[in-house]
Antibody, heavy 119, light 110 residues
């Protein structure tokens, strides 16, 4: 069965960087993109962008462009999302998801990683 | 401010039907048949319920249906059950290779 397992919670200071991992299993990793979606406490979902493990091509949302880097390691079927110059409003649960596929939908999601930015 | 507009709340009694709207523009909902709906229970990851406006992934009950008219998409839940009590989010492909979400609707089963 398809599974996406993310790394554990992080606490960071403003200005620092965080790198979240997402290990995929149950399917051929390179055949689907990996998207990253975040959810601030009590708020809605926000797509940060996605990466194609097959080509390495990325597509970043304008809001985080310049601060985010998405990468993959096809040898371990793992995707990574690094966010730099953290601010308090980056505090959120970060999800990886398989896709976009089938009409830009995200069919499977990781369990989420809480990133807290606090001095 | 979310790109797509959803009502903050909706409710219905068990067995009833409820419809949640998702309003965008011609640059997203109205321009593409790429609307998805997600269900999220508290503390859990979202789950895909509808894709490409009206298609259901395997395992999603046929009580869930989707439609679109112009710039507004809708999710209808028929025969409400207690486990349908959750937050629901719409999303749409948008111009310039973007994926946008609605602000979410809290569905309460009374």
């Amino acid at each position: 069965q398809v599974q996406l397992v993310q790394s554990g919670a992080e606490v960071k200071k403003p200005g620092a960087s965080v790198k979240v991992s997402c290990k995929a299993s149950g399917y051929t990793f390179i055949t689907y993109g990996i998207s990253w979606v975040r959810q601030a406490p009590g708020q809605g979902l926000e797509c940060m962008g996605w990466i194609s493990p097959y080509t390495g091509n990325t597509n970043y949302a304008q809001k985080v462009q310049g601060r985010v880097t998405m990468t993959t390691d096809t040898s371990t079927s793992t995707a990574y999302m690094e966010l730099r110059s953290l601010r308090s409003d980056d505090t959120a649960v970060y999800y990886c998801a398989r896709g976009p596929k089938d009409g830009y939908s995200l069919g499977y999601w990781g369990q989420g990683t809480l990133v807290t930015v606090s001095s | 401010q979310s790109a797509l507009t959803q009502p903050p709340s909706a409710s219905g009694s068990p067995g009833q039907s409820v419809t949640i709207s998702c309003t965008g523009t011609s640059s997203d909902v109205g321009g593409y048949n790429y609307v998805s709906w997600y269900q999220q229970h508290p503390g859990k990851a979202p789950k895909l319920m509808i894709y490409e406006v009206s298609k259901r992934p395997s395992g999603v009950p046929d009580r869930f249906s989707g439609s679109k008219s112009g710039n507004t998409a809708s999710l209808t839940v028929s025969g409400l059950q207690a486990e349908d009590d959750a937050d629901y989010y719409c999303s749409s492909y948008a111009d310039s290779n973007n994926l946008v979400f609605g602000g979410g609707t809290k569905l309460t089963v009374l």
